[in-house]
């Protein structure tokens, strides 16, 4: 479903390279850094920062030592797949911040079957669970992404997952869950199957279904959900067009900054139609498509 690759750079990126923006970023924004009690740093590099061949040593003990700097600096947040997440890496960190750090990791699902043959992710359970132990000896948190329908399974099996596998984490210790759905990136395998009509991109429905069940069953997680691509046909939508579509989002982006359950309490008549699609696909042989294409 990733088409990131595309959009790398064909040059070599240098330590030199990685210093420069991250200097022309912090001066850029220093003023109002100083003027701030206290703020947050979040570096995503949409890949593993953590990863030698992507972010050098070099410039990544340049950016912990700067930031180590700041006075009112509360929280670091990184990425990195979990296999450059170990011991030396950690400590490396910690040489530098002492304060609260978190580190993204692209868990997508924690059913192995699904994160290896719909999502060819390249992990193991056994690897991330690796990673969520020795992260808590650094107390390190690890935020789990989690990748709301991948491809090859109905909108059913994509709901039971997401909540089987958020409730997983947040067992094993993840210090936040935040969940993705999926949205059809062009040049993308996803891409292929959605426009023979055999992919459909998650239900706004499923998705408020997902966050409520999990923050029921776990009050007191951090729960959040990216809104990006939301109503637009390659992104997660109820009935393309509907008045709804708009208000989820705004929903769901409230939700997450204030973890308020009764904020998903929406209803839409488009609502019948994801039920519908739900009990029709149930009955067929592989996921459906778009229910506009089969009318």
Not at 22 to 35: G, H, M, R, S, V
Not at 57 to 81: G, M, P, Q, T, V
Not at 214 to 235: F, H, Q, W, Y
Request: aromatic share 10%; hydrophobic share 35%.
């Amino acid at each position: 479903m990733c088409s990131y690759l595309m959009d790398s750079s064909p040059e070599k990126i240098t330590a030199e390279n990685i210093i420069n923006q991250f200097n022309y970023a912090i001066e850029k924004y220093k003023e109002k850094i100083n003027n701030l009690k206290d703020f947050s740093v979040k570096i995503f590099t949409s890949g593993s920062f953590l990863d030698d061949r992507e972010v050098s040593k070099e410039a990544r003990d340049y950016i912990f030592k700067k930031l180590s700097e700041f006075d009112n600096l509360k929280e670091i947040a990184i990425e990195s797949r979990p296999e450059f997440i170990d011991e030396d890496k950690l400590n490396e960190i910690r040489k530098y911040i002492d304060i609260n750090v978190e580190i993204g990791v692209g868990i997508e699902s924690f059913n192995e079957e699904i994160r290896e043959k719909a999502i060819n992710k390249g992990i193991t359970n056994e690897q991330i669970i690796r990673v969520i132990e020795l992260a808590k000896n650094y107390n390190v948190g690890i935020k789990a992404y989690l990748l709301i329908k991948p491809l090859f399974i109905t909108e059913k099996e994509a709901i039971e997952d997401a909540i089987y596998s958020a409730n997983k984490c947040i067992e094993l210790g993840c210090s936040r869950i935040s969940f993705c759905p999926a949205t059809v990136h062009k040049g993308s395998v996803m891409e292929y199957f959605w426009s023979k009509n055999q992919y459909r991109p998650p239900f706004l429905w499923s998705v408020v279904e997902i966050l409520r069940e999990v923050k029921e069953n776990n009050p007191n997680a951090l729960i959040m959900c990216d809104t990006s691509g939301i109503g637009s046909e390659r992104g997660t939508h109820n009935l393309y067009g509907c008045k709804c579509n708009k208000l989820i989002k705004e929903k769901l982006e409230k939700f997450t900054l204030t973890q308020d359950l009764s904020i998903l309490d929406i209803e839409c008549e488009c609502k019948n139609i994801w039920e519908a699609y739900i009990e029709v696909e149930n009955k067929n042989i592989v996921p459906l498509g778009d229910e506009r294409k089969l009318l």
